[in-house]
């Protein structure tokens, strides 16, 4: 009998379908050793060698796979093709190493009978440069959250900590809001005209209403004419295969989730069978998988559908593992049959990859209005564009209507039959959703495929950021005083092109062309040295509180304030710690309950995120994931 050992018991279970009956699969769920929680585990005078002890939940599982190993002939590691499992994978080894009589490391990105009886025909040891990379990762993110997480306990608040990716995305959105909140909002306005069948706009920048209406007052009086004409035929190839960042980048803009939803299904997708692995920067495509995917396309849609040779795409991004295939379903003919929308994207995208462009008729008419005083005259605009071949577009068809201008000849006259103006106010940077802040990192090289989600979901739950209404971050005031703090004494730490090139040191270990031990020194050293100045010589942090205008009912002297607790916002006198006075805060909305009419709708939490309730529960039920509007109620 042969023992092959997976991380998660569905992927055991999704490998024991096609293995014969000379195979045991066992799950190591998860990790099985770590660095310890209660202390640093990392002893900084020797190399900075790891403490790695067993993870205490899996002692039931370690002590399976010790007895289980004893009985195989062979015991093959299959955890997954990237650094964290290849530390698994080392892990394992070492624990079963006096137990087995040979154990080998088998490596496949997706989880077919093919893909595996592969993997089993060509085994390998475990990678120690992977390994090291994914030492020197722990090691380092270890060493920055130990030493800096008791420093915020002491300069700002206990309970707080540091990250070196997680407190780079903080600073990301600070600033974003500290740019929003420079932003001054100018007045422009934009001029339409409308003819028969057909508007054109206006090409001239106008700042007020004053400039807006003397052109209008012109443009009543001008005589109008087709000054050019323009057609074209665009071509619009299809969007690259997935990679993390672009899939969770995808479910945040497309279904509104989150990074964590979106790789959690994405894992049950892979545990399944169903994609490739899912924690990928590539752009590579198989091969075969291409072939199939354009016989497909052939016999489904017709050969005017296919491209005329296979599509392959080049990956951008220098640190990108090359051995790993970007995300596509591990087969094409397992159509979507709607119950998974996620699956059904992936499936679609890929096959679109080897689809034929889309192809429109693109018109650009130029309009002059000839003012009656024979001054230049002014130039307006209109543009429409006609699919003529839907191409790839037969998966993911636009929803809003083409738009189509009448046939003008150039030198045509035309009747105008109206001229207005809109008002409009230049508008602030938008705020980060998940999508944008996921690829701003990802165009900074800050952070890796696998660390994404827990990076956005940990800085949520240390509440330095929250969503808004849009989904938009916007930062708290913990999240403005540790960003403001980090910033001020550790500027190189949490400098956006330092943890780069962290990123990329990393990358090289994994390489086998750097050491993991001179990285972190040469990281450590002038690191510690800096804890040590600012812990001396630092000054505490106030954290700014929002006033609701109202005086302490119990000391009388203090003013009712917001502050933002480890559970969630309360309301606190101003004089804490002198005077206990705490309230519990309600997020009110300004709409009235449209169940009971009576309590208000307050904004409420759970571990699905935001929802809107009545301020009167549990007398009233009312509960809603959408925030109702004023006319609602």
């Known amino acids: 009998m042969n023992l092959i050992i997976v991380e998660s018991p569905t992927k055991a279970k999704t490998l024991s379908r096609f293995l014969g009956s000379g195979y045991e699969?066992?799950?190591?769920?998860?990790?099985?050793?770590?660095?310890?929680?209660?202390?640093?585990?990392?002893?900084?005078?020797?190399?900075?060698?790891?403490?790695?002890?067993?993870?205490?939940?899996?002692?039931?599982?370690?002590?399976?796979?010790?007895?289980?190993?004893?009985?195989?002939?062979?015991?093959?590691?299959?955890?997954d093709p990237d650094r964290e499992g290849e530390a698994i994978a080392e892990h394992v080894r070492q624990i079963i190493n006096n137990q087995a009589s040979i154990s080998k490391r088998m490596v496949f990105h997706e989880i077919t009978k093919e893909a595996v009886e592969e993997a089993l025909e060509n085994p390998r040891d475990v990678d120690t440069n992977l390994v090291d990379a994914q030492i020197g990762r722990r090691v380092l993110d270890r060493l920055v959250g130990y030493k800096l997480s008791p420093l915020l306990?002491?300069?700002?608040?206990?309970?707080?900590?540091?990250?070196?990716?997680?407190?780079?995305?903080?600073?990301?959105?600070v600033e974003k809001e500290r740019e929003i909140e420079k932003f001054k909002s100018d007045e422009y306005w934009e001029i339409f005209a409308k003819f028969n069948k057909f508007t054109a706009k206006l090409i001239k920048e106008v700042k007020n209403k004053d400039e807006a209406d003397k052109i209008l007052d012109n443009l009543k009086k001008s005589k109008y004419v087709v000054s050019d004409v323009r057609k074209k035929q665009v071509t619009k190839n299809p969007y690259p295969p997935f990679t993390t960042s672009t899939?969770?980048?995808?479910?945040?803009?497309?279904?509104?989730?989150?990074?964590?939803?979106?790789?959690?299904?994405?894992?049950?997708?892979?545990?399944?069978?169903?994609i490739?692995?899912?924690?990928?920067?590539?752009?590579?495509?198989?091969g075969v998988a291409v072939k199939k995917a354009r016989k497909f396309i052939g016999t489904s849609y017709g050969q005017n559908y296919l491209t005329e040779k296979p599509r392959f795409y080049k990956t951008t991004s220098k640190v990108a593992q090359e051995a790993h295939e970007a995300?596509?379903?591990?087969?094409?003919?397992?159509?979507?049959?709607?119950?998974?929308?996620?699956?059904?994207?992936?499936?679609?995208?890929?096959?679109?990859?080897?689809?034929?462009?889309?192809?429109?008729?693109?018109?650009?008419?130029?309009?002059?209005?000839?003012?009656?005083?024979?001054?230049?005259?002014?130039?307006?605009?209109?543009?429409g564009q006609v699919m003529k071949f839907d191409g790839w577009r037969k998966l993911f068809p636009i929803d809003k209507a083409a738009v189509i201008l009448p046939e003008v000849q150039k030198g045509q006259d035309l009747d105008l039959e109206k001229v207005w103006g809109e008002q409009k106010f230049t508008?602030?940077?938008a705020r980060f959703n998940e999508a944008s802040l996921i690829k701003m990192l990802e165009k900074l090289g800050i952070g890796r495929p696998s660390t994404y989600a827990p990076t956005i979901s940990t800085i949520q739950i240390r509440q330095y950021v929250e969503k808004n209404e849009n989904k938009q971050f916007a930062p708290t005031p913990i999240g403005f005083a540790v960003n403001d703090f980090l910033i001020s004494n550790f500027s190189e730490t949490f400098e956006y092109q330092f943890t780069a090139q962290m990123e990329d040191n990393l990358d090289k270990v994994a390489e086998g062309k750097l050491a993991w031990v001179k990285t972190i020194r040469d990281f450590y050293l002038p690191f510690d040295k800096k804890v040590k100045d600012v812990t001396k010589n630092?000054?505490?942090?106030?954290?700014?509180?929002?006033?609701?205008?109202?005086?302490?009912?119990?000391?009388?002297?203090?003013?009712?304030?917001?502050?933002?607790?480890?559970?969630?916002?309360?309301?606190?006198?101003?004089?804490?710690?002198?005077?206990?006075?705490?309230?519990?805060?309600?997020?009110?909305?300004?709409?009235?309950?449209?169940?009971?009419?009576?309590?208000?709708?307050?904004?409420?939490?759970?571990?699905?995120?935001?929802?809107?309730?009545?301020?009167?529960?549990?007398?009233?039920?009312?509960?809603?994931?959408?925030?109702?509007?004023?006319?609602?109620?």
């Open 538 to 633: 630092s000054v505490r942090v106030k954290i700014e509180v929002e006033k609701i205008g109202k005086k302490c009912p119990d000391c009388k002297d203090g003013e009712l304030v917001i502050r933002t607790g480890r559970f969630g916002k309360f309301i606190s006198c101003s004089t804490f710690p002198e005077c206990k006075h705490t309230e519990k805060y309600l997020e009110k909305i300004g709409v009235k309950c449209p169940d009971c009419k009576v309590g208000e709708v307050i904004v409420k939490k759970s571990k699905r995120g935001k929802f809107f309730g009545c301020s009167r529960y549990p007398d009233c039920k009312y509960a809603s994931w959408k925030s109702p509007k004023k006319d609602d109620a």
């Open 427 to 429: 508008q602030p940077p």
């Open 327 to 383: 995300i596509r379903p591990t087969d094409v003919s397992k159509i979507p049959n709607g119950e998974n929308k996620l699956y059904d994207l992936i499936w679609k995208r890929f096959i679109a990859t080897q689809m034929a462009a889309a192809v429109y008729d693109e018109t650009v008419v130029e309009v002059a209005a000839q003012r009656a005083d024979d001054e230049t005259p002014y130039l307006l605009r209109a543009g």
């Open 25 to 79: 699969v066992e799950a190591t769920m998860g990790h099985i050793k770590d660095l310890p929680k209660s202390k640093l585990g990392v002893d900084v005078e020797h190399d900075f060698k790891p403490e790695y002890i067993e993870v205490e939940k899996r002692k039931v599982t370690i002590e399976k796979l010790k007895v289980e190993s004893k009985k195989a002939d062979i015991v093959y590691i299959a955890t």
């Open 153 to 173: 306990w002491k300069k700002v608040r206990v309970g707080l900590s540091a990250g070196r990716v997680q407190s780079v995305a903080v600073r990301l959105i």
């Open 276 to 286: 490739t692995y899912h924690r990928t920067d590539s752009l590579n495509l198989n």
């Open 247 to 274: 899939l969770t980048q995808a479910g945040a803009r497309i279904f509104g989730w989150s990074a964590k939803k979106t790789m959690s299904i994405a894992q049950g997708l892979y545990e399944e069978g169903l």
